[in-house]
């Protein structure tokens, strides 16, 4: 009883089963992208309707919008916000605080800051190797590269553009982990925090489309990365402080008045 006591006093997800099914979603939501960027024209018909044919270019690309507010402002405050809770997680790291003593407070944090960590850091690296081009260096909106399909060989000659997945949007797309803020015990209100940090960066991501800086499908696949990375982390983290949970505690005592539980 003191094993099981410590173990769901570190734990976010309590039923295997749930880790399960997140994943089997995350699963079909591959094969839906994938669908999307391989065998549709999205991207091209969401890109025709924010590119201006007599202008030659995306009206969109350096507005006030789209470059001070999403670029400068927002996306300074999303990186201070990280660097705060990464700051916390070391120093708590270093020196433990007493008020992240409470069960899964310190859990919470970790998670936290590794995904404001990892999330954007793992989109960029991607980036680095992808071929794909963003629309702006596209031949049909004005640019000289050819239109490839994600994950298609470019023709020969043709550099890569390493502009797969979005990086934009990741500086937001990071807050679906603030779902386990609410975990375990309010998963109604934990998929609502976790749609709205999810929706930040989407939102995001859409601004960057309407520069002509990314596709709907570069947006959607650092969707998925984001969520594919927050679980990975709540899962292994949540494993480690399980291996390394005391056993053998005492169970704290019923409460006067009340009959003991018979074995």
Same mark, same amino acid.
């Given at each position: 009883?003191?094993?099981?006591?410590?173990?769901?006093?570190?734990?976010?997800?309590?039923?295997?089963?749930? #880790?399960?099914?997140?994943?089997?979603?995350?699963?079909?939501?591959?094969?839906?992208?994938?669908?999307?960027?391989?065998?549709?024209?999205?991207?091209? $018909?969401?890109?025709?309707?924010?590119?201006?044919? #007599?202008?030659?270019?995306?009206?969109?690309?350096?507005? $006030?919008?789209? *470059?001070?507010?999403?670029?400068?402002?927002?996306?300074? @405050?999303?990186?201070?916000? @990280?660097? @705060?809770?990464?700051?916390?997680?070391?120093?708590? #790291?270093?020196?433990?605080?007493?008020?992240?003593?409470?069960?899964?407070?310190?859990?919470?944090?970790? *998670?936290?800051? $590794?995904?404001?960590?990892? *999330?954007?850091?793992?989109?960029?690296?991607?980036?680095?190797?992808?071929?794909?081009?963003?629309?702006w260096?596209? #031949?049909?909106?004005?640019?000289?590269a050819?239109?490839?399909?994600?994950?298609?060989?470019?023709?020969?000659?043709?550099?890569?553009?390493?502009?797969?997945?979005?990086?934009?949007?990741?500086?937001?797309?990071?807050?679906?982990?603030? @779902?386990?803020? $609410?975990l375990?015990?309010?998963?109604?209100?934990?998929?609502?925090?976790?749609?709205g940090?999810?929706?930040?960066?989407?939102?995001?991501?859409?601004?960057q489309?309407?520069?002509?800086?990314?596709?709907?499908?570069?947006?959607?696949?650092?969707?998925?990365?984001?969520?594919?990375?927050?679980?990975?982390?709540?899962?292994?983290?949540?494993?480690?402080?399980?291996?390394?949970?005391?056993?053998?505690?005492?169970?704290?005592?019923?409460?006067?008045?009340?009959?003991?539980?018979?074995?």
């Open positions: 009883m003191g094993d099981g006591s410590a173990r769901q006093s570190t734990a976010l997800l309590t039923d295997t089963r749930t #880790a399960a099914w997140m994943a089997a979603w995350l699963g079909l939501a591959a094969l839906a992208i994938f669908a999307l960027g391989r065998w549709l024209d999205a991207d091209l $018909w969401l890109a025709d309707l924010f590119y201006d044919r #007599a202008l030659g270019g995306f009206p969109w690309r350096e507005s $006030w919008l789209t *470059v001070t507010f999403s670029h400068r402002i927002a996306k300074g @405050a999303l990186t201070l916000f @990280a660097l @705060a809770l990464i700051g916390a997680a070391l120093f708590d #790291a270093a020196w433990p605080q007493p008020l992240l003593d409470a069960p899964l407070a310190r859990q919470r944090l970790r *998670v936290l800051a $590794w995904s404001a960590l990892l *999330v954007p850091s793992s989109i960029s690296l991607i980036k680095q190797g992808s071929d794909a081009h963003c629309p260096d596209l #031949a049909r909106y004005g640019g000289s050819p239109y490839v399909r994600l994950f298609e060989t470019l023709p020969e000659g043709v550099l890569p553009g390493h502009c797969f997945p979005g990086g934009h949007a990741s500086s937001a797309l990071w807050l679906v982990a603030l @779902a386990v803020l $609410w375990p015990g309010r998963p109604r209100t934990a998929l609502r925090a976790g749609g940090g999810l929706g930040s960066g989407l939102l995001l991501g859409w601004m489309q309407m520069r002509g800086a990314h596709f709907l499908s570069h947006t959607l696949w650092s969707a998925w990365i984001a969520c594919a990375l927050v679980l990975s982390i709540v899962v292994l983290l949540q494993a480690r402080a399980a291996r390394l949970a005391p056993s053998g505690e005492t169970p704290p005592p019923a409460p006067a008045g009340t009959r003991p539980r018979a074995p």
